[in-house]
């Protein structure tokens, strides 16, 4: 009788063990997921920063876009414009600015108001922001997920 209950109790030990050791594999393989989809989200943001800089170098996007649509994208990946003063001060003035529909309710005069605005901060900050691109290119190309959120 004794052995039979110490013969239950191993077995019972052994099934834990083996639900313990299920439990932890899925737990490793949910890391290596999350990991991997964090990878691929850096990629992402990575890849999207780049192109709109470059496309900023080549004059194929305006500044004011650039730096709006960039500094969203360096958020999450724990960054922001400390390194790059123009484009954080052309950031501040244009930040606010209506866009798309908002801005189409606008009277004539304020959107030309507006745009003028833009127009010569951006010209004001063109200089610097083409001389901080070059480094925000190299920044990007060198960030790694370690850097990243965890």
Partial sequence: M???LFGLSLVIILLMLAYLISLLLKIKQQKQ???KAR???VTRLKESILMI???MQIGTCNFSEGVIRIKMLLQPL????HYYPAMQNLYDIVM???THNARNTLKRQERTKLDLTREKAENDYQAQIQQE???LIQQIN???IKESLR
Wanted: net charge neutral; hydrophobic share 50%.
């Fill in 78 to 81: 724990g960054l922001d414009f």
């Fill in 53 to 55: 800089a470059k496309a």
């Fill in 33 to 35: 997921s999350l990991q």
């Fill in 142 to 144: 060198a960030y790694s």
């Fill in 96 to 98: 606010d600015m209506p």
């Fill in 133 to 135: 691109l070059p480094i």
């Fill in 39 to 41: 990878q691929l989200r």
């Fill in 2 to 4: 004794l052995w039979a």
